[in-house]
């Protein structure tokens, strides 16, 4: 455990443990599906997957990212802060994102 006056305590973390974490959130997101599909309205448009993160700026939305992106899956950023946080705020987004 390393400490930083300004940060705090931290833990470093290698390439390798990175790209294991990822690829077995990436699997567990596929394996139980996780993340419905969209159908696409349009012709010869692919269709669409998003996730939602609810997370604070750090390490595992990240990691959260890298694991979506393999699978081809936009992740969509819901702020944390409580003045966003609320059921109609989020039941607005995710309406929105299937349009």
Known sequence: MHKNAELGDYQWQT?????EIV????????KKKLCPVVKSNVE???DCKFMGIFSENRAQ???TELAC???????VPIA???QFV?????SS?????EL
């Open 69 to 75: 992106c393999s699978d081809s899956i936009c992740t």
């Open 44 to 46: 010869g448009t692919p």
């Open 15 to 19: 390439f390798k443990e990175t790209d």
């Open 80 to 82: 944390v802060e409580n």
């Open 86 to 90: 609320n059921e109609k705020r989020i």
């Open 61 to 63: 939305w990240f990691m």
């Open 23 to 30: 690829e077995a959130l990436a699997n567990t997101i596929v």
């Open 93 to 97: 987004l995710l309406n929105n994102i």
